[in-house]
């Protein structure tokens, strides 16, 4: 069994890694406020302290727009707490498991990225998580980088999943972006995947070999589709909704202030084939997420008015 240290336990792939890696070892949770990644040398005595022999990271600066006007805030927590936490893996002669970003490429490839595709950011915060990545890779230490993209889960302060759903009891008519492709991920498949690699990268026997691994729920969609697709199960589900129509837009149509990969499809056979299986179809993992959601948010609200 592995000492595991998870850092960033409370974001929402956090939580769900908090459960998922428990088969797998010992795992002591670091929250936002027990680790400060904007200071990056404060990592050290924790990671020290805790001697342990995998660290998983799931916490980054994930603000995409802010950080047009916040780049050096967040290349340290996305690129120099990386850099920290490879150094101390390093010395102790840990693994580190870093979740990571489509944003690392540009977008302009007509067909999904592999983990060996050239990458090009085009933003602020996918410059700052590659800079992380290239920082994890020339060190000495064990490490996956995990890759993944449009990531939604029922944890965590918000995501696209519940946004929609917040604009949809509140208005007739949304518009949403229909020309970026990509595929939505669900936090609790994502944490189920880093939790299997992590123990095949820190084997000492026969250990998968250190490198990228790309990390999507299977299938592909736009924004549009993907909201669609939000609002036609949550009313099966019962979710209050005043929402009438979904309007696709252009993504000139809504301008922001970062960049975003316009085509961010994952070729994920390589982590496929270490796991032996196939991530689930985006749609059926979101059906999941929407019905655990509503037990918490309805259901549970139901019960203590009774």
């Known amino acids: 069994m592995h000492s595991i240290l998870l850092i960033g336990s409370q974001g929402q792939v956090g939580q769900e890694l908090q459960s998922s890696l428990l088969p797998y070892g010992h795992v002591t949770e ?5 680790a400060d990644l904007s200071d990056p040398e404060s ?9 342990p022999s995998i660290i998983v990271n799931a916490a980054a600066y994930t603000a995409v727009d802010r950080a047009e006007s916040e780049p050096e805030l967040a290349d340290r927590v996305n690129h120099l707490s990386p850099k920290v936490m490879a150094e101390e893996c390093d010395r102790l002669g840990s693994s580190l498991i870093h979740i990571s970003t489509d944003y690392v490429f540009d977008g302009h490839q007509h067909r999904p990225y592999r983990e060996d595709d050239p990458t090009r950011a085009v933003s602020a915060y996918g410059r700052s998580k590659l800079a992380g990545e290239q920082a994890i890779q020339q ?9 993944t993209a449009w990531v939604y889960g029922v944890g965590g302060k918000g995501n696209f999943v519940k946004t929609m759903l917040r604009l949809g009891k509140e208005r007739e008519e949304i518009q949403v972006v229909a020309d970026q492709i990509g595929a939505p991920t669900f936090a609790a498949d994502l944490a189920q995947a880093v939790s299997q690699l992590s123990p095949l990268i820190a084997s000492k026997t026969n250990p998968q070999p250190s490198g990228i691994y790309h990390y999507t729920n299977s299938g592909v969609a736009s924004w549009y589709d993907f909201a669609v697709a939000i609002f036609e199960e949550a009313r099966a589900l019962g979710y209050p909704l005043t929402l009438q ?13 970062a960049h975003r990969p316009p085509y961010s499809v994952l070729d994920c056979g390589k982590i496929s084939a270490s796991l032996g299986a196939y991530p689930p179809y985006w749609r059926q993992s979101m059906r999941l997420m929407l019905q655990e959601l509503y037990a918490q948010t309805y259901e549970r609200a139901d019960s203590l008015r009774r």
């Open 43 to 51: 990592l050290r005595p924790i990671i020290r302290s805790s001697a």
């Open 245 to 257: 129509r979904v309007v696709p837009i252009t993504t000139a149509d809504y301008p922001t202030p």
């Open 139 to 147: 060190s000495n230490c064990n490490h996956a980088i995990v890759r």
């Open 30 to 34: 670091i929250s936002r406020a027990e």
